[in-house]
């Protein structure tokens, strides 16, 4: 008997050592694999990787210290979630807002483009919008031509990209329409044919979610019961978009050509992208001085002898009150530098909340006139507005 027992103990011993050995790694592995979809969200959040492939593995490099098995790495949709927890965290109630409005243009836009059968996919769809998520969109045509012909008549800005996948050893080529809008639009373009094809998620390996104008629109019906659907789009397509105002006024710059002696880097816009990049470095979060810098001048295509009262008719409406006083003196911060300003107009300035942004201002106006220097393009500088915009909401 006790010989009996002994053996049983001894197997009793095995037998938990064993269970140790299978749990120990077990947690490891589920802390470890935490960690790196809290890192690949990070990265992915931040704009640093747009792939959840390279996210994942150079999450993995951080936390392991060197490479990890690509079985051990958490799935695409581990990584999506975990995003929109950042999402939740850092926009708040700001991206419900953002994504009813993203829906409304997603369904303006198809609409416009109901004769190429559109389809909604992707996050404004699901729900799982972040920061600087565009509208993605399915068209099915044969020839290119039609859909930018019909953009045009719309006055769209837009770009075409051709990007090259190779996948399961098979090269293919994808055509792209980036529209800017309120909110950037990708539009992916397939042969008419392929308009019944199932397309698979890289994210989750099944079936992309996607609906139709018609299924949008009950969709929408059904999501917000309490809003006229007709009457918010026509609301929505009657508010011009304040930064395609600021791009209007904008390219007329480029013919502007200015007094060397004080300018001696050019036109009026590659001045004015200059100054508008110099503010970025110093105030990169700060929508409204980030818009008085890159706007301070588009009055000297409408009124030369008084740029600054032609800026503010034009602007009026489409800018905060904060970049109005910004622009409105940004001439008098010229005169406090070169101490030309009187004393009086020197006080009331002072006593504004925003004195020291307008030296700032006016500093990047100074420094902004270097010929040759490297600057943004416009497109750039736009772009980068409508990403604090739709994050922050200041405009």
Known sequence: MGRFLGWLAYLFYFALRAARADTAPKMKHSKLRRQIIFEAARLMYDRQESEYYRAKMKA?????QGWVKPSDLPSN????????TFARLHEGAKRDHRLFEMRLDALRMMRLLQRFRPRLIGSVLTGRVRQGSDIDLHLFADHLSAITALLDEQGAIYDIQRKRVQ????ERVFTH?????????????????????TFQSSITGKAIERVSTAELEQ??????????????????????DPLLVYEALLLPLENVKQNPAYHPEGDALYHSLQVFDLARDELPYDEEFLAAAL????????EPQDHVTAALEALEGFITPRTAWLIEHHMLGHAIENRSIGARAHRRLRESENYEDLLLLSHCD?????????????????AYLRELATTFGCQ
């Open 60 to 64: 993995a490099r951080r936390i392991c």
């Open 77 to 84: 949709a581990e990584i999506r979630d975990e995003i929109q």
């Open 167 to 170: 996948k399961k050893g098979e």
């Open 177 to 197: 329409i980036h529209v800017q809008d309120r909110f950037p639009i990708e539009i992916t373009v397939y042969a008419s044919n392929l308009n019944r094809f």
């Open 219 to 240: 969709f929408l019906r059904q999501q917000y019961p309490d809003v006229d659907l007709d009457d918010a789009l026509e609301a929505a397509e009657n508010e011009p």
């Open 295 to 302: 706007l301070h001048d588009v009055g000297k295509a409408i």
């Open 366 to 382: 100074r420094a902004g006139r270097c010929a040759g220097v490297e600057a943004p393009e416009l497109d750039e500088a736009i």
